[in-house]
């Protein structure tokens, strides 16, 4: 006998054409709601970027790269066991049906046992999984995850449907035993324990089976569950751009549409309304939002929520998220590096937070900074003539004067006019020196990047920002920047190629560690009391740069390489001159200054730069270090606000320099 088994068992034909007849009616059933999504979609604007869609399915779907690189709190090893197990399941079937729809007959001998043995096992991935869910969601749900009856509804029929696969299984093997059932180890189990199965009770359980697939395949476009079909193509046409880069708004399109910004849904790209309808709502960006964390309106998963809701209703978008809500955000990103199924977050609210800009709706400290922007090229207001004050005294060459060098350091705003962003300043300017860098400023020719106009909402600001920058770099020969501040950094590497400027950015912690290596300067040296770090939200996450910063101060890491907690905790859980906070890397906690938030006024108990002074005070270091003046500015604050004042904040550059002298 050649190993392999029947299928419909005791059907007889009219079992056939009921189960072909209901079973392509659910599936069409199902097609159809989904295709009214696709219209929903398609109210959006066309996608103009380009996709790797085999490697963004290969990447975020197969291998399921965004949970692998969740914590183990967030609950990814259940979604991966879920995800997996059926997975496997769906294979199975599609390989059935090859055999039994298609001229190729393969469903036996040693394939047959090799399948058999190989997706009963598998199978039990997603029973396992869906019991860790259940209870999960029963015994200690994390608040930020959704509880409705659909949720739980749809968990109770996915572990149905593994359990009644193996109980007809069973049923099969104690109606119709083969030599070879052992190799299905778990339904052979399974029909131990059962008592005989007749050829009608047999028929019984397949039918409940079966309808419970229908059931499945019906309830799917109406449940959180549709995400396993959605999130597909969102993977697979996910903006190919950097984290840090926002999409420019043209003149002309201002011109056509009237409008600048989102208004309505209809206004985001048909990608943006595709990949909030793959929203699992497991709210992994809430968990990691700062402004929430602090007890914000904000919530990332409303936002994606809202704007699916405002898609479907034509609701107006800004006053369905509300405006407390998309002015409380940071920018950090920390919700779009979260989302398993990579809603960019960020970019819905900065579409939004334009729209309201344009009505002039934004008022306040923020609206000064604009202005002052507008008027001065400086987001502080300094005066035009006031950048070179801080190279009294300092022999700081002028691009002016030398007209072609090898690097161009960028001090930005607050590294020429903030005292403690200056010492920073003043440090690089001195490493650089000893270093023998060939580099100029450009002292009053330089003004503000844009970034905090561009990320408030005023995007025509910083567009003229970003041109007068780029005509004022035209005029000299260099071969890349430097500047200490992240978000420089970000918009000068990823924002400003829009605009003809295509250049080499580098962070100073990145040049340092250049020099480092090159055996030019040493690294910092340990500080009584203890060093601790903190990542900028614009450098470790944004732009996957942890391992230049602890270079600097004497440490070894693979931190860019890595983007799973579990593998970062295993390698780099020693160190030798630092000791870590609980978040760091991409994991890092924002200090709220990103988004134009530096200037907006906050509540005392609701400041970001508090939640993070606190887990860097709780590491027991003296010396917080950092590469990041907003942070610097935030952080002095809140540190003496929660009480640190024996903490000292200080640039990693400074250190560099004291161990160099």
């Known amino acids: 006998m050649v ?15 009921a189960f072909y007849v209901l079973i392509l009616a659910s599936t069409a059933y199902a097609a159809w709601r989904f295709w009214q999504r696709v219209q929903t979609w398609r109210q959006g604007k066309p996608v103009t970027w380009k996709q790797d869609w085999i490697g963004n399915v290969t990447r975020y779907i197969v291998a399921q790269r965004k949970v692998r690189a969740s914590r183990p709190k967030s609950g990814a090893p259940m979604h991966l066991l879920i995800f ?37 096992s598998l199978g039990l991935l997603l029973v396992i999984g869906v019991v860790w869910a259940l209870a999960r969601r029963h015994g200690f749900r994390p608040s930020v995850v959704s509880h409705e009856w659909k949720d739980l509804w749809a968990l109770y029929l996915l572990l149905a449907l593994g359990i009644t696969g193996y109980v007809v299984e069973a049923a099969r093997i104690a109606n119709d035993p083969k030599p070879w059932d052992h190799v299905s180890w778990v339904g052979n189990a399974i029909a131990q324990l059962l008592p005989t199965v007749s050829d009608g009770a047999y028929v019984g359980i397949w039918w409940f089976h079966s ?77 990691v939002c700062p402004a929430n964390g602090v007890g914000k309106i904000l919530n990332p998963k409303r936002v994606a929520q809202d704007v699916l809701a405002a898609s479907q209703t034509g609701a107006n978008v800004p006053s369905a998220i509300s405006e407390e809500a998309l002015w409380a955000c940071t920018t950090c990103n920390a919700c779009v590096e979260a989302c398993p199924v990579l809603i960019r977050h960020v970019d819905l609210i900065v579409d939004a937070r334009r729209n309201l800009v344009a009505e002039g709706k934004l008022s306040g400290t923020a609206a000064v900074m604009l202005r002052q922007t507008g008027s001065t090229g400086h987001a502080w207001g300094a005066a035009r003539g006031t950048r070179e004050e801080w190279m009294k005294g300092q022999e700081v060459p002028l ?59 005023d995007e025509f600001l910083f567009q003229e920002m970003a041109a007068q920058n780029v005509a004022t770099f035209s005029k000299y020969q260099f071969k890349r920047i430097v500047t200490p501040c992240p978000h420089c950094f970000n918009t000068l590497k990823n924002e400003y190629g829009d605009f003809g400027g295509e250049y080499e950015v ?28 903190h990542d900028p939200c614009y450098l470790g996450r944004v732009n996957n740069e942890s391992d230049a910063p602890r270079k600097a101060l004497g440490e070894e890491t693979r931190l860019n390489d890595y983007s799973d907690a ?96």
């Open 566 to 661: 579990i593998q970062r905790e295993v390698l780099d859980g020693n160190r030798k001159n630092i000791t870590e906070p609980e978040n760091y890397g991409k994991k890092t906690l924002c200090c709220g200054a990103g988004g134009g938030r530096m200037w907006m006024e906050e509540e005392p108990n609701q400041r970001p730069a508090n939640r993070r002074a606190e887990e860097l005070i709780a590491t027991g270091a003296k010396t917080v270090a950092l590469g990041c003046p907003f942070c610097r500015i935030m952080l002095d604050a809140s540190v003496k606000q929660v009480g640190g004042d024996e903490i000292n904040l200080v640039d990693l550059a400074e250190m560099v320099r004291d161990a160099n002298k």
């Open 211 to 287: 309808i419970l697939v229908m059931a499945f395949i019906v309830g799917l476009p109406h449940m959180k569950l549709k995400h396993i079909v959605v999130a597909i193509p969102t993977a697979a046409g996910v903006p190919a751009r950097p984290m840090g880069h926002l999409e420019p708004i043209s003149m002309e399109e201002v011109e056509k549409t009237g409008q600048i910004g989102v208004a309505e849904a209809k206004d985001f790209s048909r990608w943006h309304l595709m990949s909030v309808d793959a929203c699992m709502e497991c709210g992994r960006c809430t968990e």
């Open 3 to 17: 190993p392999t088994r029947s299928e419909f068992i005791h059907q007889g034909l009219p079992g056939k054409v």
């Open 506 to 533: 580098v962070h100073h912690s990145q040049l340092i560690a250049e020099l480092i290596d090159e055996g030019k300067l040493k690294p910092a040296q340990a500080q009584e009391g203890g060093v601790t770090y």
């Open 84 to 120: 997996y197990g059926f997975v496997a399941l769906l294979i199975a079937t599609t390989l059935l049906a090859v055999n039994s729809y298609s001229p190729f007959k393969f469903h036996q001998g040693t394939y047959y046992l090799v399948y058999e043995a190989t997706f009963d």
């Open 399 to 457: 691009a002016k004067d030398k007209k072609e060098f090898d690097t161009l350091f960028w001090v930005g705003c607050a590294g020429a006019t903030d005292p403690g962003a200056v010492k920073t300043t003043k440090a690089v300017a001195e490493l650089m020196r000893q270093a023998g860098v060939d580099y100029a400023c450009l002292g009053n020719e330089e003004q503000c990047t844009g970034d905090s106009a561009r990320r408030v909402g």
